[in-house]
């Protein structure tokens, strides 16, 4: 601040300047840790597929025994950073306002039950070839159903279909990673007057209610070493926030440790009435 101060020393005023530093400081505390986590995550990888690499190196190559499931090993590192390398430039996009949001009116009933069949028809793929593992996330080993309690109503509702069904995927996805029993999954779709609301409720894990907060913080997860395992990235459900808001929605969990959790997504919805101005007469 300063003084006005006449030249009688005479002080007459006083004005004062508040910056808001608060506000800078968290947002570039946040970018430093950010900085920090990608590169703490990307060296985790790339540590294990180095030893790897140089076991090989040193003779594990000729070793019939050992050699496949190093090399396995290394694939599924580098595929993992692939997938944090997009999931990072995905989320890059969001939040520089550059990702193109395709907004279009769609049928969100008939939207679900088409992601949700995808997901059947994985499930029926990966009992015929029980033992063979049929993707990374290794679903063949769980028995799991997927049961609908969808609304029969059309709802017609304004989004990115594309980055929607990437939402919804990666929500299903860890319904089935973060279940080692497997159990139901249950899809629930249903509209209030001008939201319709949609969810998944697993039989999982559940999430520690101190972790509830943090769940959709980039690079947050309850357990780190599960999440790697399972080939996550911690990112998943940082970009499905940021797409629902982008989306004009809201994203929040509940979740019982030990019972499951339930992930909701609510999108702004209006109803078509039916009849009106036109059939009045
Ligand atoms: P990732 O699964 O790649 O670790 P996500 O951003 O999708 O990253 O999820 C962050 C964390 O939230 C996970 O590591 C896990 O600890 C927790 N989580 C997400 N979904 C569930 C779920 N359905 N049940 C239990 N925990 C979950």
Same mark, same amino acid.
Do not use: C
């Given at each position: 601040f300063s003084l006005i101060q006449r030249e009688t020393g005479f002080i007459s005023g006083l004005v004062t300047v508040l910056h808001d530093v608060t506000e800078q400081q968290k947002n570039e505390r946040e970018r430093r840790e950010f900085v920090s986590n990608v590169s703490h995550e990307l060296r985790t990888p790339l540590t294990s597929m180095r030893s790897y690499i140089e076991a090989l190196n040193d003779g594990a190559w000729q070793d019939p025994e050992v050699a496949p499931s190093f090399l396995k090993v290394t694939q599924?590192?580098?595929?993992?950073?692939?997938?944090?390398?997009?999931?990072?430039?995905? /989320? *890059?996009?969001? #939040?520089? =306002?550059?990702?193109?949001?395709?907004?279009?009116?769609?049928?969100?009933?008939?939207?679900?039950?088409?992601?949700?069949?995808?997901?059947?028809?994985?499930?029926?793929?990966?009992?015929?070839?029980?033992g063979e593992a049929a993707s990374v996330l290794d679903h063949s080993k769980k028995q799991y159903t997927i049961k609908r309690e969808i609304t029969k109503r059309d709802l017609w509702v304004e989004i990115d279909p594309d980055k929607f069904m990437q939402v919804v995927d990666n929500i299903l996805n860890n319904a089935i990673k973060y279940s080692p029993d497997g159990g139901t999954i249950t899809a629930r779709l249903l509209d209030t007057h001008n939201h319709?609301? /949609? *969810?998944?409720? #697993?039989? =999982?894990?559940g999430i520690p209610r101190k972790d509830l907060a943090n769940i959709f913080d980039r690079f947050y997860r309850v357990d780190k070493a599960r999440s790697r395992k399972q080939g996550g990235t911690g990112l998943g459900l940082a970009i499905s926030k940021e797409v629902v808001e982008a989306l004009h929605g809201r994203i929040w969990v509940d979740s019982q440790e030990g019972?499951?959790?339930?992930?909701?997504i609510s999108l702004p919805y209006e109803p078509i009435e039916d009849g009106g101005d036109w059939d009045e007469s």
């Amino acid at each position: 601040f300063s003084l006005i101060q006449r030249e009688t020393g005479f002080i007459s005023g006083l004005v004062t300047v508040l910056h808001d530093v608060t506000e800078q400081q968290k947002n570039e505390r946040e970018r430093r840790e950010f900085v920090s986590n990608v590169s703490h995550e990307l060296r985790t990888p790339l540590t294990s597929m180095r030893s790897y690499i140089e076991a090989l190196n040193d003779g594990a190559w000729q070793d019939p025994e050992v050699a496949p499931s190093f090399l396995k090993v290394t694939q599924e590192e580098t595929d993992r950073m692939i997938r944090m390398i997009n999931d990072l430039l995905s /989320l *890059s996009r969001l #939040d520089s =306002g550059t990702s193109k949001i395709d907004m279009e009116y769609i049928n969100l009933n008939e939207f679900f039950n088409y992601i949700l069949d995808r997901f059947d028809m994985m499930i029926k793929t990966d009992n015929e070839h029980t033992g063979e593992a049929a993707s990374v996330l290794d679903h063949s080993k769980k028995q799991y159903t997927i049961k609908r309690e969808i609304t029969k109503r059309d709802l017609w509702v304004e989004i990115d279909p594309d980055k929607f069904m990437q939402v919804v995927d990666n929500i299903l996805n860890n319904a089935i990673k973060y279940s080692p029993d497997g159990g139901t999954i249950t899809a629930r779709l249903l509209d209030t007057h001008n939201h319709v609301i /949609l *969810s998944i409720s #697993d039989q =999982g894990l559940g999430i520690p209610r101190k972790d509830l907060a943090n769940i959709f913080d980039r690079f947050y997860r309850v357990d780190k070493a599960r999440s790697r395992k399972q080939g996550g990235t911690g990112l998943g459900l940082a970009i499905s926030k940021e797409v629902v808001e982008a989306l004009h929605g809201r994203i929040w969990v509940d979740s019982q440790e030990g019972h499951g959790s339930t992930f909701y997504i609510s999108l702004p919805y209006e109803p078509i009435e039916d009849g009106g101005d036109w059939d009045e007469s």
